[in-house]
């Protein structure tokens, strides 16, 4: 545990540990926005967006969020798996979970990791089946795309109905606002003996 | 006997302290006071305008300051009048969002209190480099070397009385000229190599050749007259300074020492050979080592002296000696965190140790020549003359808490201190130069156009960027840069990703090839897939997030502050409200969203392991 490289490396899971993975973040969440959103959880003393580069169209954004202490980012999980989080935009959630250390983009090297490659020809036995390890690869990443495809439709989907929903709900306290402002509601209620007035 | 030899030393360094130089007229009621242009104290020359530290009783940094007045009153109390800098810690209140430069100071201009002030001269600590970097036509532009040099630098003023930071700087500041603040013409003159050898030349009157020089120093070496060396340490500078006849500082000669090293360098090995030599004179004969050159003809017959053959345990002298002579001169120096006081060893050290490179390998010379950096000449030199013998180092350590205050590097080489480490296996040394690499970003968007971004599938998820590019390394024996592919929620568990950017597009090409037509295999039965990499060009930040709703009409008339506030802050949702409904359905979205990526991911892994059953190797 002496050496440099291990102190470093329990250093990093430390900081693991107190960060914070978000997602379905607006992609108008900026770092100022994030650190007062969370800033009353505890001290946030890092954000860190995880950049898109796999995905060629505009998905959520997430972020890591380190915290002062271990303790702020257990709450902060809790609190965002318990109640839905508004974050720069209603009525859709953020989703707060620990972090891993894959997230990381400057992980360090876990110490004594040695890896191993070779080159493996047509001769070989495993070279047939290096090629479908490889082609199933392939197809995963595909698979993976048009699941990330299917979501974001859903998750369209459920904004379009949710914009339904609100938009018929305006529309009814809409009526309601006017036949209280054009006098109809105060004339029924005399009419059947109710008190509406605000108090 | 040695030990003795060098107490005796001491104890007259400790009594030699101080010398007045030139007049410059009298003053006062009676005129009974005496100003001066210039003094030496500590074995430093110091002129009107230079910039100095002063010290101060429990102060941690020392004060800077421009001497701009110099005079000895009757009573013999020397008196210096000193116009302030201040350190951009000192007048933080007034800076307001300004973030300064590292080594930014800021001149004292006005009227009033904290201006300037009038000091006993023996709080001098030490002479401090400050360059004027304003853009000022009435200041001579410092060059590149100058800048590189500097302890600090300035181009603003701070208005004492008005508490206000400016740009400009006045015709006078404390009544003194403002070409006075400016950098010194004479800085230029002097940094000009070329000249300033010439009028050396010209001074000594005889140019010991090359290879002459370090027979001189062993000369005096081998004739057991070691101890002249470290004495002549102490003047050494004041007779250089002579020699070349500019009127800088200290500091100033540093950059010297180094082109010289690179470029003239039989120069600097005349001078410091010479200046020894004469050392050995000046204590033999006189008691004030500052004397006038009178030593030519000494010079000339140091020079027609025949040739010695330098032997190992000469050369573990000198190195002991150069040890000593730091020793001394760290501790002569009597402010230990002043920079100065480390940077006045070095040279020293650089010059005697080239030499005695010189006589085993004249080709560290010539290596030298090709390092444009004299910083790090000097303090590769360094570590040279650490290597040359422990003992050595050992004394040049206890000069390393000065030193690290001047420069990090001179530390890491001090305590690295590998002996016969040659210059070019200096690897980790190399590293602190490394230039900043541009934005990950336009890198990738550029060697997407030029088609060297290739996309990296099937690692370990936990490999880190390093570990990627020595897999390139090793399976392609290409060089890159990578960058793993950061982990989100709804990244594959078994294959991880990085992006890739080679050097050309035939390397590029070359490895998507190979990759296709083999099979590199990584450790637990992951065969690498490689593809051109593409950067996803985003049309900027969308206005609209799905999931995020408006009612068109309140949207425009939100005028109620907490309305506003609702919104646009970040809220746990309260359970009785339209929001929390709707929150509870992308709650569940989100939830079926998640058991479709874990059970896609687990029919993955499954179909991964049947695969890799079939592998005879593990």
Known sequence: MGTPEHKEYAAFEEKVRRTVYIDNLSTQVTEVVLKTALGQFGNVTNVQFIPNYTELRNIPQHALVEMETVKQAKSIVLEMTNYPFMMSGMPRPVRGRAAEMEMFGDRPIKPGRKIQCRWVGPQDPDFEVAKNLKRLTRRHAAEASSMLNHQLEDEEKLSKQQAEALKANYKKFEMIESIRLDGTLGRLARQYGFNVKDD | ?618
């Open chain 2, 1 to 618: 006997m040695p030990a003795m030899a060098c107490s005796e030393e001491a104890a007259k360094l400790e009594n030699y302290e101080f010398k007045w130089g030139k007049k410059r007229g009298v003053g006062g009621k009676k005129k009974d006071i005496q100003f001066y242009e210039s003094f030496t104290y500590d074995g430093v020359d110091y002129f009107l305008y230079d910039c100095v530290y002063l010290h101060k009783e429990g102060e941690p940094e020392p004060f800077i300051g421009k001497l701009v007045k110099i005079w000895e009153q009757p009573d013999h109390k020397k008196k210096v009048k000193v116009l302030w800098f201040f350190y951009p810690v000192e007048i933080l209140n007034w800076l307001g969002d300004d973030v300064p430069l590292e080594n930014e100071l800021f001149l004292a201009s006005g009227e009033g209190v904290g201006l300037a002030n009038v000091n006993s001269l023996e709080v001098i600590a030490g002479k401090c480099n400050v360059i004027c970097t304003s853009k000022d036509s009435r200041n001579p532009h410092p060059s590149e070397e100058e800048l590189e040099m500097a302890d600090y630098i300035f181009y603003r003023t701070f208005d004492v009385q008005q508490c206000t930071i400016l740009d400009k700087i006045d015709e006078k500041v404390a009544g003194v000229e403002v070409r006075f603040i400016f950098n010194r013409k004479e800085d230029h003159k002097s940094s000009d190599i070329p000249k300033l050898d010439a009028v050396r030349n010209e001074k000594n009157g005889n140019t010991v050749a090359i290879n002459e020089a370090p027979q001189l120093l062993s000369e005096l070496n081998s004739s057991g007259e070691l101890k002249n060396i470290t004495t002549d340490y102490k003047f050494r500078h004041s007779v250089i300074k002579e020699d070349a006849d500019a009127k800088d500082s200290l500091v100033k000669q540093e950059p010297l020492l180094g082109e010289k090293l690179a470029s003239g360098t039989d120069a600097q090995l005349n001078q410091t050979a010479t200046t020894d030599f004469k050392q050995q004179h000046v204590s033999d004969g006189k008691t004030k080592p500052r004397h006038k050159y009178d030593s030519d003809e000494d010079e000339g017959k140091a020079g027609k002296k025949p040739i010695n053959q330098v032997e190992d345990n000469k050369k573990l002298k000198s190195g002991r000696d150069l040890g000593a002579l730091d020793n001394r001169s760290s501790k002569k120096a009597r402010l230990d965190s002043s920079a100065r006081s480390s940077e006045e060893p070095e040279p020293n050290i650089s010059s005697l140790s080239a030499l005695d490179k010189d006589r085993n390998n004249n080709s560290i010379l010539k290596k030298l020549r090709g390092d444009s950096d004299e910083d790090k000449t000097k303090f590769r030199l360094v570590k040279d003359s650490l290597g040359l013998e422990k003992d050595a180092s050992k004394k040049v350590k206890s000069d390393e808490k000065a030193s690290k205050l001047s420069n990090g590097t001179l530390h890491k080489a001090a305590a690295a201190h590998a002996p016969e480490k040659d210059f070019g296996s200096d690897g980790p040394e190399l590293e602190v130069a490394r230039r900043p690499d541009a934005p990950w970003e336009e890198r990738m968007q550029t060697a997407h156009e030029q088609g060297t971004l290739v996309l990296l599938e099937n690692l370990d998820p936990a490999y880190t960027s390093a570990e990627v590019e020595d897999i390139v390394w090793h399976g392609f024996r290409e060089y890159c840069t990578a960058k793993v592919v950061q982990r989100t929620a709804i990244s594959s568990p078994h294959s991880g990703q990085a992006f890739v950017i080679f050097k050309t597009l035939e390397a590029a090409e070359m490895m998507i090839r190979k990759l296709d037509e083999g099979c590199l295999m990584l450790p637990n039965g992951r065969p690498l897939v490689g593809s051109r990499g593409t950067y996803p060009r985003l049309l900027g930040k969308q206005s609209t997030f799905a999931g995020h709703l408006f009612i068109d009409k309140v949207k425009f008339q939100m005028q109620r502050e907490e309305m506003k506030r609702a919104v646009s802050t970040s809220h746990c949702s309260q359970p009785n409200t339209i929001e929390y409904e709707m929150a509870m359905e992308w709650s569940l979205l989100q939830a079926r969203s998640d058991s479709w990526w874990k059970k896609l991911y687990k029919q993955h892994g499954e179909e991964l392991r049947k695969h890799k059953a079939n592998l005879k190797s593990k």
